[in-house]
């Protein structure tokens, strides 16, 4: 499976961005799907992830309620909304075809990343 992830940039605090991640491959209905992030200085951490089917997601507790994420199996694409950015959401966007576990040992296989950056 390759991964393409795009649709960073800069925004505002309160602003939003969508992360797309754009899959090849025909197994990609065969994977959980992940977006994970790594901001400077830290570790790469868990974002969320989503199911194949879509029916099951799981998020770090710091983005719930303001992040979702979403799969489309025909467009073989997972998508990243975030919503209500705050200034630590700034990092390296990465997605990742993925295990069920909501860590980053399950990642099998990475995208590139794509910078978020907000400013307050």
């Known amino acids: 499976v390759q991964l393409q992830a795009s649709g960073g940039g800069l925004v505002q605090a309160g602003g939003s961005l969508r992360l797309s991640c754009a899959a090849s491959?025909?197994?990609?209905?065969?994977?959980?799907m992940g977006w994970f992030r790594q901001a400077p200085g830290k570790e790469r951490e868990f974002v969320a992830n989503?199911?194949?089917?879509?029916?099951?997601?799981s998020y770090v507790d710091s983005v719930k309620g303001r992040f979702t994420i979403s799969r489309d199996n025909a467009k073989n694409t997972v998508y990243l909304q975030m919503n209500s950015l705050k200034p630590e959401d700034t990092a390296v966007y990465y997605c990742?075809?993925?295990?069920?576990?909501?860590?980053?040992?399950?990642?099998?296989?990475w995208g590139q990343g794509t910078q978020v950056t907000v400013s307050s």
């Open positions: 990742a075809a993925q295990t069920r576990a909501a860590t980053v040992s399950s990642a099998m296989y």
């Open positions: 491959g025909r197994t990609f209905s065969s994977y959980y």
């Open positions: 989503i199911s194949w089917s879509g029916a099951r997601t």
